[in-house]
């Protein structure tokens, strides 16, 4: 009898936790290569801290809006988070890099199928580097991000959510810049690059 017991105290705890809603849903666990990331900092303009790799999660590196949103919760515990875009994609590089070139440089590293745009900080000696591939002359890879824009949502369009581009070819004002924000569907896979507030 008490061995009968047991066995229902255990199965009747477990009801209760997921009732309770404590127990996460198996699927919604991931695994990520967080551990591996390191924070670049890029100085004084720049409040966050940039991993120096993108995310992986469960052996993939590029995601659509409805796995990242499963994603975030477990990815926020460890201190990381999407970047918010577009207004903080565009305060920190939104404006002409060569006015910015005390402390920040744009370098396309294009040798090749593998593509490189990279950010020096002269004020710390870090770097950044976004790889990509190559298609032809042009080069852009594509970021998810956090929306928060001022603007109601119904300015665009529903099936789509926050991105960012890093691009040979992004220009803001009329500028040159590697970095800017965009909108993709939210069906398309694209990778991940978190960010850590100072």
């Known amino acids: 009898?008490?061995?009968?017991?047991?066995?229902?105290?255990?199965?009747?705890?477990?009801?209760?936790?997921?009732?309770?809603?404590?127990?996460?849903?198996?699927?919604?666990?991931?695994?990520?290569?967080?551990?591996?990331?390191?924070?670049?900092?890029?100085?004084?303009?720049?409040?966050?801290?940039?991993?120096?790799?993108?995310?992986?999660?469960?052996?993939e590196n590029r995601f659509d809006w409805e796995d990242v949103q499963k994603m975030i919760p477990q990815i926020e515990k460890t201190g990381w988070?999407?970047?918010?875009?577009p207004m903080e994609i565009r305060n920190m590089f939104g404006k002409d890099i060569k006015k910015r070139n005390e402390y920040l440089h744009r370098i396309w590293d294009n040798k090749g199928t593998v593509c490189k745009g990279i950010f020096s900080s002269d004020e710390t000696g870090e770097t950044l580097e976004f790889i990509a591939d190559k298609s032809g002359f042009y080069v852009s890879i594509s970021y998810w991000c956090e929306n928060d824009y001022e603007l109601s949502n119904s300015k665009r369009r529903q099936d789509t959510e926050r991105s960012f581009d890093v691009s040979e070819y992004c220009t803001y004002d009329g500028t040159f810049s590697l970095i800017a924000s965009n909108n993709e569907e939210k069906t398309k896979r694209i990778r991940i690059r978190l960010v850590k507030d100072k």
Request: no cysteine.
């Open 81 to 85: 988070r999407l970047p918010k875009g």
């Open 1 to 59: 009898m008490k061995k009968l017991s047991k066995i229902d105290e255990s199965t009747w705890g477990s009801m209760l936790d997921r009732g309770a809603g404590e127990t996460i849903k198996k699927e919604n666990i991931f695994t990520f290569n967080i551990k591996n990331m390191k924070p670049v900092d890029l100085g004084h303009d720049f409040p966050v801290y940039w991993a120096d790799i993108d995310l992986e999660a469960n052996d």
